[in-house]
């Protein structure tokens, strides 16, 4: 994989300037006039030496014409005073439209990326370390800062400056402008071919790395937790630091690279030095320069230098913003996997009524599909449960609705509208969904309660709140609903943090209600709080229960038992529970024993009515 990335240098040199070039046109007027500038202070420059080679001619053939002599040099030094002082106004002017524009375009970047971010695939997002995307976003943000002032105030001017040399001094002495052409060709030809080739693919390496390092502290931030359970801080620190020298042998490399191409270019600096004395001196006594002749050339080749090593400087800091924003630049070409259509409307829901009708669908990794010709249909205000054993398809069916994913084959609806031809937030937005293992922001417990709406009144969230149980612990806080809850809710147990789930969904008083097994992982205590919050919110709502603990089921108007992505058995608890050798039943019965020895009851050699009968008491 990184043998590629390696091999793709030039496009990923293409891919970068692309990425640029499409943010320059937004601000299409301000980029030229900052070129304008630039090049109009590079011309400045080209013509200080000049007008310092006349100032030296008129001193040095003054003789006993003084007063000639001397509105020749008043002359020249007026040139040079204009040119310094425009040059400073000129370079003033491009800097301050450099920081608008970079500003702007950064702003936009990072705007964008969160954007896309945001609507990036669930399984991109699962594939995903969230350090490493903050480190790409942040790192290709900055580097833009680098990209811009590298290309519109260094390299275009100095383009300018070397041609425009070249031409000044090819009208005096065609073979000093030869040298100094050709001299600048070697040179910028040398330093490209070397960065390209050489830094830019150990400093792609680096940056990978450097990347990787951001996802494995963040990872191990995040489950800090986990690390203190187990007592595992040396080993994390073990780890880390196996990635740090990863890290710093790659970045070695590329900076040791960077040295050896930096030390070239400054050898070449000094042949050209002494090609252009050489050449001078070598006019000089053939009688085709004078004094001022030379101070000419002296005075280009100073300037020349300066510019020359910027090129040098300048290509490896274009090639180190180009690394650096290449992630951001690839990132943003990433596919979202789910897209509106175009012109995709808004759901309307008014019933509440959901049909699977003729679905396929397979992940990608997969060959067989998980579901094959699947239909199904949950009437309005109909409370449906989902059971089966993992991997049976209950997840999907529930991701399927919300369009996480897309069927391959058939149809989803709701109300009669297929879930595909409209938007994906107004499909979401008449969906409230309370997840196995609720995540809450680190905002305050008011904010988290009102996300779903977060026009909501204190009045409303409160009444949320005591719908599902949740007011009491709140107001016994020091902060009540003003209290941080922590990143990802870690202030909160987990039966506190379901019911600030709970809550949210009863603000969002959506007409389709799904709990993603939202009571698997609570104890009892919680679990009955949570229970009498669930009864409450399905009233008047289409409902669907994926349930592990099959309690919490037993009042649902029917079940659909799922196995490999098919309804083996549909109906309620009674009559599935009265099914001989029924899935449903079997799953029950093993619940029922695991509670009987939970309670130390001896357990029955042989499954049977039984132990149901135990379970239903």
């Known amino acids: 994989m990184i043998r590629k990335k390696i091999d793709l240098g030039g496009q990923t040199f293409k891919d970068v300037f692309s990425f640029a070039f499409t943010h320059w046109m937004v601000q299409r007027w301000r980029v030229a006039g900052i070129v304008a500038l630039a090049l109009l202070t590079a011309l400045a420059d080209v013509m200080t030496p000049l007008f310092a080679g006349r100032l030296v001619d008129a001193l040095a053939g003054a003789g006993h014409a003084k007063a000639g002599a001397l509105h020749g040099a008043l002359e020249s030094l007026a040139a040079l005073i204009g040119l310094a002082l425009g040059s400073a106004l000129l370079r003033y002017l491009t800097y301050a439209g450099i920081i608008a524009l970079t500003l702007r375009m950064m702003s936009d970047i990072a705007g964008d990326a969160f954007h896309r971010v945001q609507r990036l695939s669930t399984d991109w997002h699962a594939n995903s370390f969230a350090g490493s995307t903050v480190r790409k976003i942040t790192r290709g943000m900055w580097a833009l800062d680098m990209f811009n002032d590298t290309l519109l105030l260094g390299l275009l001017p100095s383009f300018v400056m070397l041609v425009g040399a070249t031409i000044l001094l090819g009208m005096h002495w065609p073979i000093m402008g030869a040298v100094v052409g050709v001299g600048a060709v070697l040179y910028i030809g040398t330093t490209i071919a070397l960065t390209v080739g050489v830094v830019a693919p150990a400093a792609r390496l680096g940056n990978a790395w450097d990347t990787r390092m951001g996802g494995a502290l963040a990872d191990a931030v995040t489950c800090n937790a986990v690390v203190k359970a187990f007592g595992a801080e040396v080993r994390e620190e073990q780890r880390f630091a196996r990635v740090i020298d990863k890290w710093r042998h790659r970045t070695r490399r590329a900076w040791v690279r960077g040295t050896f191409n930096g030390s070239l270019q400054n050898v070449m600096l000094a042949l ?33 230098q300066g510019y020359l090593r910027d090129v040098g400087m300048l290509v490896r800091q274009l090639q180190r913003s180009v690394n650096d924003m290449e992630e951001l630049a690839q990132l943003t070409r990433q596919p979202l996997g789910i897209e509106d259509k175009p012109g995709a409307g808004t759901l309307a829901v008014e019933r509440g009524e959901i049909r699977f009708e003729h679905v396929t669908f397979r992940y990608d990794a997969h060959a067989a599909p998980l579901y094959a010709d699947f239909s199904a249909r949950i009437a309005p205000g109909e409370r449906v449960g989902l059971i089966g054993h993992s991997g049976s398809g209950k997840t999907t069916f529930i991701k399927l609705i919300q369009r996480l994913y897309d069927v391959s084959e058939g149809k989803i609806t709701i109300d009669g509208q297929n879930i595909a031809d409209v938007r994906q937030a107004s499909l979401r937005a008449q969906i409230a969904i309370v997840q196995q293992e609720p995540l809450l922001f680190h905002r305050s417990l008011a904010e988290n309660i009102a996300y779903a709406r977060p026009g909501a009144s204190q009045a409303d969230i409160e009444r949320a709140a005591r719908l599902a149980n949740a007011h009491d612990f709140i107001t016994a806080l020091p902060n009540g609903y003003d209290t941080l809850v922590g990143e990802r809710g870690v202030k909160l147990s987990g039966g506190e943090r379901q019911r600030v789930a709970i809550a949210r969904a009863f603000l969002a008083d959506a007409p389709v209600l799904i709990f993603d097994e939202a009571t698997s992982s609570l104890d009892s205590e919680s679990e009955a709080l949570i229970q009498q919050a669930m009864d409450r919110l399905m009233v008047g709502r289409t409902t669907l229960v994926v349930a592990h603990r099959l309690s919490t089921v037993r009042a649902l108007d029917r079940l659909l038992v799922l196995d490999k992505g098919c309804v083996v058995e549909e109906g309620s608890h009674d009559a599935l529970i009265r099914l001989e050798h029924g899935l449903y039943r079997r799953l029950f019965e093993r619940q029922a024993l695991e509670l009987t020895k939970g309670l130390d009851t001896p357990p029955s050699h042989s499954v049977g009515p039984a132990t149901a009968a135990v379970a239903e008491a």
């Open 272 to 304: 050209m030095q002494a090609a252009m004395l050489g050449v001078g001196l070598m006019l000089w006594l053939n009688g085709r320069a004078g004094v001022g002749d030379i101070a000419f050339s002296l005075t280009m080749f100073l300037v020349l």
